[in-house]
């Protein structure tokens, strides 16, 4: 029998997309397949050192993402965050937590295969994104280094925006991928849109 | 320019470079771009465009703008038809294509247009008088009413055209872009704030672009916009949309806009979107909407060539186009006598201006003077008395009005005339102001209502708020944008108001209804809606004394221009009538949209494959492969069941439901929804949400579980693994997965916040293949050798963890189906390759994959309900004959109390049976009501419906569950089960039918 193991198919291989698009486009649409993603839900005051090792820092205010290394943590609600980390590094990085923790009541779960991760990003990402999100992503309000959980359209995200490019993240479950993907693919048409390999 | 014979040798905002073609009503015309299509037809001498909505009446261009209530066309043909648009708006491009709507078979020969001799049947309240009896021919009626009535077509090809929303949030929108608009825009945006700015056309400034000469600064009015357009547009936080209506004003100071986009360009570029409905939330808003002329109303005011003063003066000044070669201007008020001038000043023929005001009243007026003084005829204190020419106006008679202005006296005087331009005052647009709950105050000096209480944070600046002077707009307008700024949080100086050298206007002279002894002509208040003042007058002495009554009564108001043009005028005859002051009779409430907006604009990118998202689970290309059928679950998209070759749905059920009892089926279970519950007290946050006991449960086993609401009905069911000792894998329906994850977390945040318990959503981490069937263990075993699969291993409920096909897995040996089953569960990435590993490994078991609907079957064979199928929010588990399962020993759980409730006792609840059709080929219908006594009519007695039923190969026969008022106590009766096309008995049984004691579990 084939071995089967090493298949491993993100929401969107079945797209088959290709990759590529005019130079000049105003965005770049790419997917990060099997980030990392733990999730974490912890008291914010009971933090030990160790855990602001492992995530290169204390973990984040309201609305924020801190960026320690190789692992990303998003603010996702008072005792609730996200840390995405290298594809194939969270079960280590479960583990580590989970000892750093020290049998705390902390919650630190797998959800890698949960979701996957469509970054949007370039001159007109923000004009792009308008079209489905109702929240106020101008710098004022939503710049580098903040998330939000938001409505896109009809699919639930996670919104992280990464750089000032700017570059955003959208953390979406596997079965609204397809849909986020094609809405953005259509909703980029008038600036132009290259789908690169992330 | 032979073409356009009532194009004018220079000026406008047109491209004169460039002819273009057009068709209207099936004839070729050339215009300009920067033309609408109502200024092309002007400039080819076309003011016959339409047909009055009742007496089919000839009607002409009336108006520039917005509130043009007659020339109403069908845009194009074809997929991309538009009805309903105003020729006064529609952008001209060259190969447009437009037709006259309300006509029949044509626009000069309409048959319809009988109505208007007939006219005196077809009074106010027409359709309630004589449509109302016999009351069940209405249906009949309607029909024939909308079509004579006709309000163009819609097309009924899908939208070629895309659409999109865009969202934004502001400091400060300004909604509009004439001169209050663009001073507040300008005061706003100098302060640093996120300003946005709108203006429903195509070019900014408002009427300042087409009133004269006129200067701002010392430069002309003109060059002062461009510049401030300018300056606004390279200003990074501010946004300057043109093409713009803002259509809604709701709470909040939430507002949206219509943006066409490429409307104008005749074909839309397919990367770019038509139009763009924007949803601005804005801190603070500035009205800058402008103002609306009134017409006068005198009789057979509706002819073509009689148009708004204003609107002549725009076509003139801003098309180059002359409406009239000998017009008549017709008054009450100073501004009009600015038509004359730019009529003057383009060399074209003014026969007379007749001003209802006297002379004394009007004379200090700078513009009556300017006119004066270029020798214009003017007649004082008179009045239009009838108008000739029927398809277009050819000349009028005029009086000299009586002292007290509601009757003429002397002698008739005869003007010539193809154009009247009419102005009876300006009515501030208050329509946005009026929708976002702000009221109005009555403006006696100006005869109009302005704003008066804001009820959002908002401000009307400039002639929207009545103040009508250029240098009245321009310094209210920096102060409204400043105040605006300010109030938003930022900071900084008003600007200087720009240098505007007054002009002395004299008061209007209010005369609602222009009198006249000439007896028969209709005076129109709503010319879109053929409302005469006689019709308002009637309602008056009919009783209708509410202004609301009086609109529904005689339709005023009540057209896609929601009166516009005429509600004031409406309401001053009413006042009148009633003898009552203006505003003691009220004004209506105006509602979103504004204008008519195309439905696709809505929609935005929610069409098609766009409209909802449809999920599916990592196994889905295996089954679009292999032929499956799919069903919506929710927003899910399962397979539903795989025909062979030329198998009906019937066939591949039963083979697939025999399948899976005798050798080995494959069901894609992904969809199930997964929390992982973690904590110290998970055990015992579960013991009080489920309603039987959790506490004791070994870690490695499993656990059914019911999910009651407060009110003791069934919320949902699923199953539920302990993991280790603080930590369980709970299942829910596929359908209740949010709600159940909502639910778990108010009750451990609001309730119950001691108990130490994390709830984490993993529904989408892992792909589900349930095997099921007497081979299914031989089956797992092929494919894993690091779980023990044996019975005193693995039992029934038991949990193991390991590697099937080389994967990562967790095996659950639990069953929907009764079989011996196991339910394997890796991470999603992998779901599809367990999948081909079983069905490869299961080939030589002759493994047969089945879809949701023999799921549902096998379960029903067995008498598993289905959460929101046997339920519906009002059964209890006593009522699916449960009771086992909940622990009524408990200390308590959610909805407890509840079940002890008398109600929830009676003995005749609906109580979940079985059903056997008398007939065992007949399958009876899902719904069927079910009555103890058949009669031959309704009423009967109603016991309960049938929930779910299906045909059982296993069973070799019909089986059905339904819920039944005293069911339990009825087993073995007989039930009828009255339907449409004929009457069905069955037995009521137990509802278990296929190995009731559960002896196959074990394979």
């Not at chain 2, 399962?885 to 929830?904: E, M, Q, Y």
Request: net charge negative; charged share 20%; hydrophobic share 40%.
């Amino acid at each position: 029998m084939a071995d089967v193991t090493t298949q491993a198919f993100s929401p969107l291989d079945h797209l088959n997309l290709t990759v590529g698009g005019p130079s000049d486009a105003g965005v770049s649409l790419g997917e990060r397949r099997f980030v990392g993603k733990l999730n974490l839900r912890v008291t914010p005051a009971k933090i030990p050192p160790a855990i602001n090792d492992l995530l290169g820092g204390p973990l984040p205010a309201v609305g924020q993402v801190t960026f320690g290394g190789q692992v990303m943590t998003a603010w996702l609600g008072p005792d609730e965050y996200l840390i995405l980390t290298e594809p194939g590094a969270e079960s280590a990085l479960q583990a580590a937590l989970l000892e750093g923790f020290s049998g705390q009541h902390v919650a630190v779960t797998d959800q890698t295969d949960n979701a996957t991760i469509i970054r949007l990003a370039g001159g007109d990402a923000r004009w792009v994104l308008r079209k489905g999100i109702a929240i106020d992503l101008h710098p004022r309000s939503f710049a580098a280094g903040n998330c939000a959980q938001t409505m896109f359209e009809r699919a639930q995200i996670t919104l992280i925006q990464v750089d000032d490019a700017p570059s955003y993240e959208l953390i979406v479950r596997n079965s609204f991928a397809p849909y986020l993907w094609s809405w953005l693919a259509d909703a980029s048409q008038d600036v132009g849109v290259r789908i690169v390999r992330l | 320019m032979s073409h356009q014979p009532y194009r004018l040798a220079s000026g406008g905002h047109i491209d004169r470079d460039h002819e273009i073609e057009f068709t209207f009503n099936g004839r070729l015309y050339r215009g300009h771009p920067g033309d609408t299509l109502a200024s092309a037809l002007l400039a080819n001498g076309v003011h016959f465009v339409g047909r009055g909505f009742k007496y089919h009446r000839p009607r002409g261009i009336f108006a520039a703008g917005a509130e043009e209530p007659n020339a109403l066309i069908q845009l194009g043909h074809g997929p991309r038809t538009e009805p309903n648009l105003r020729a006064t708006q529609v952008a001209l491009y060259d190969g447009l294509t437009a037709t006259s709507q309300n006509v029949w078979p044509s626009l000069r020969f309409d048959l319809a247009s009988v109505n208007q001799w007939v006219s005196r049947f077809l009074p106010a309240g027409f359709y309630y008088k004589t449509f109302m009896w016999p009351a069940s021919q209405w249906m009949r009626y309607e029909h024939v009413i909308r079509k004579a009535a006709g309000l163009g077509k819609a097309p009924t090809d899908r939208d070629p055209d895309r659409y999109e929303k865009m969202h934004d949030h502001v400091d400060v929108l300004i909604v509009g872009g004439g001169p209050a608009g663009l001073a507040a825009a300008l005061a706003a945006a100098a302060t640093g704030a996120r300003v946005m700015v709108t203006e429903a056309k195509a070019g900014f400034g408002g009427h300042i672009c087409f009133d004269g000469a006129q200067q701002i600064d010392g430069q002309p009015a003109a060059e002062w916009v461009t510049a401030a357009v300018a300056k606004l547009q390279a200003m990074p936080e501010v946004t300057v949309l043109p093409r713009t209506t803002v259509t809604g004003y709701y709470d909040h100071n939430y507002i949206t806009a219509l943006e066409r986009v490429t409307d104008h360009l005749g074909n839309t570029p397919t990367h770019l979107v038509r139009q763009r409905f924007w949803k601005i939330r804005a801190k603070q808003v500035v009205l800058a909407t402008g103002a609306i002329e009134r017409p006068l109303v005198f009789a057979d005011n509706d002819r073509p060539g009689i148009m708004l003063a204003s609107a002549v003066r725009e076509y003139v000044n801003s098309y180059g186009v002359l409406p009239g070669r000998e017009t008549v201007i017709f008054t009450n008020n100073d501004d009009a006598y600015r038509t004359a001038l730019a009529l003057d000043d383009a060399h074209a023929r003014i026969t007379a201006i007749v001003d209802l005001r006297a002379e004394a009243d009007a004379v200090a007026g700078d513009l009556v003077a300017a006119a004066r003084d270029r020798g214009i005829k003017t007649y004082f204190n008179h009045a239009i008395i009838a108008v000739s020419g029927h398809r277009r106006v050819t000349g009028c008679s005029i009086m000299e009005l009586a002292e007290d202005g509601t009757t003429v006296t002397g002698p008739v005087t005869s003007l010539v005339a193809d154009c009247i331009a009419m102005s009876g005052g300006w009515s501030p647009s208050v329509h946005l102001f009026s929708q976002s709950r702000g009221t109005l105050s009555w403006d006696d000096e100006q005869a109009c209502f302005i704003p008066d209480v804001a009820h959002e944070a908002t401000v009307s600046v400039g002639a929207s708020a009545g103040d009508f002077s250029l240098a009245g707009a321009l310094k209210n307008g920096l102060k409204g944008g400043m105040e605006a700024a300010r109030a938003s949080g930022a900071k900084g100086r008003q600007p200087a108001a720009p240098k505007v050298d007054p002009v002395t206007e004299m008061p209007l002279r209010a005369i609602w209804q222009v009198p006249t002894n000439a007896g028969k002509g209709k005076q129109f208040v709503d010319f879109q809606n053929d409302v005469t003042a006689a019709d308002i007058r009637l309602a008056a002495q009919e009783g209708y004394l509410s202004v609301e009554h009086t609109k529904r009564y005689t339709t005023t108001g009540m057209g896609t221009d929601q009166g516009r043009t005429s509600n004031v005028n409406a309401l001053a005859i009413l006042a009148n009538a009633r003898d009552a002051h203006i505003p003691d009779v009220g004004t209506t409430t105006f509602r979103p949209p504004l204008e008519p907006v195309a439905i696709g604009a809505f929609a935005g990118r929610a069409v098609g494959g766009q409209f909802e998202p449809v999920r599916s689970t990592p196994m889905d290309p295996w089954h679009h492969a292999n032929g499956a059928t799919f069903e919506h679950v929710g927003q899910w998209m399962r397979a539903w069941y795989y025909p062979r070759g030329s198998e009906t749905m019937r066939e591949a059920v039963d083979r697939e439901c025999v399948a899976a009892r005798t050798g080995v089926g494959i069901l894609d279970a992904s969809t199930l929804g997964k929390i992982d519950v973690k904590g110290p007290d998970a055990a015992e946050f579960l013991n009080r949400i489920y309603t039987n006991g959790w506490l004791k449960l070994a870690v490695g086993r499993a656990r059914y579980g019911l999910m009651l609401g407060e009110d003791g009905m069934v919320k949902d069911d699923g199953v539920t693994v302990r993991l280790a000792e603080d930590h369980f894998h709970m299942t829910t329906t596929t359908g209740g997965t949010a709600a159940v994850l909502d639910w778990l977390e108010e009750w451990s945040q609001t309730e119950w916040p001691d108990l130490q318990v994390y709830f984490t959503s993993v529904t989408e981490q892992w792909a589900v293949a349930s095997i099921c069937g007497p081979k299914a263990r031989d089956l797992l075993a092929e494919l894993s050798d690091d779980i023990d699969l044996s019975d005193a291993a693995l039992p029934f409920m038991g949990v193991s963890t390991g590697t099937v096909a080389g994967l990562p897995a967790r095996v659950f040996r639990i069953s929907f189906t009764g079989e011996l089953s196991f339910e394997i569960n890796v991470p999603s990435r992998h779901g599809l390759a367990l999948w081909t590993a079983l069905m490869a490994a299961g080939e030589k078991y002759d493994i047969t994959p089945y879809g949701t609907e023999s799921m549902h079957v096998l379960r029903a064979e067995k008498g598993f309900i289905i959460v929101g199928q046997e339920t519906d929010g009002s059964v209890t588990p006593g009522d699916l004959g449960m009771d086992w399962i909940v622990a009524s020993k408990k200390a308590d759980f959610v909805g407890k109390r509840s079940l002890a409730r008398t109600d929830s006792l009676r003995a005749d609840r609906k109580q979940l049976v079985g059903l056997l059709s008398t007939d065992p080929e007949v399958v009876l219908p899902e719904g069927a009501q079910v009555v103890a006594d058949l009669k031959p009519a309704p009423p009967m007695t109603m016991l309960g419906h049938v929930t779910s039923s299906y045909y059982s190969a296993n069973c070799g026969r019909s089986i059905a569950m339904a819920l039944i008022a005293g069911g339990r106590a009825r087993l073995g009766e007989t039930v009828h089960l009255p339907l449409s096309d004929g009457n069905l008995t069955a037995v009521v049984t137990e509802p278990q039918f296929f190995d009731p004691k559960g002896e196959r579990l074990n394979g």
